[in-house]
């Protein structure tokens, strides 16, 4: 159950722009991760511009935006970004059940090229030890530029603190037909 109780659109009317920014961009729910952040509307609008620019304004395909933010999911934990995005967002950046599950022991697969190895070698280094060794970052360099490489870390750091947040928290799962939202 959730440490903080749920606002719904109702309990906020001065921030009627803010809402319907966050409703329109969520396939027209307020989804409980907003339900709780609008406690404090400057950082859930903050966290709102923040996140969409994160998933939608790089330079990254969407297949590898998914793939990181599911792997951060296991890693983190986290039951609720999981069923955010598998298998909805998922499916949509073309990703099957199958290559979500691979997720897993990414190392021992063969659904994922070397680029995507070489980003999923990142995210597991940045979120199990902070501290990225160079055999680690260095093939980064093949396959992305500097600007690709500072928006994976970018996103990589903005989802571990997605993760964090949603478990400190105890933020309530999406009814399964809200997920994907």
């Not at 690709?148 to 799962?173: F, K, N, P, W």
Request: proline share 6%; net charge negative; with cysteine.
């Amino acid at each position: 159950m959730a440490r903080v109780p749920f606002l719904n659109t109702e309990d906020l009317p001065e921030h009627k722009d803010l809402l319907e920014r966050i409703v329109g961009r969520r396939r027209g729910k307020l989804i409980n991760v907003y339900r709780t952040l609008l406690h404090s509307p400057p950082l859930a609008e903050s966290w709102f511009n923040h996140i969409n620019q994160i998933r939608w304004g790089t330079k990254l395909s969407g297949r590898l935006r998914e793939i990181v933010i599911i792997r951060l999911g296991q890693l983190m934990a986290s039951e609720y970004v999981l069923r955010q995005h598998v298998p909805k967002l998922a499916e949509d950046e073309g990703i099957t059940p199958e290559v979500c599950s691979a997720l897993c022991e990414w190392e021992n697969s063969p659904l994922f090229n070397d680029a995507e190895q070489s980003v999923l070698a990142y995210v597991d280094a940045m979120a199990e030890n902070v501290s990225v060794p160079e055999e680690i970052f260095s093939p980064l360099r093949e396959h992305f530029s500097d600007r690709q490489i500072v928006e994976l870390t970018l996103m990589v750091g903005a989802y571990i603190s997605h993760c964090r947040v949603l478990q400190a928290l105890d933020v309530d799962l999406e009814p399964t037909e809200s997920a994907g939202v």
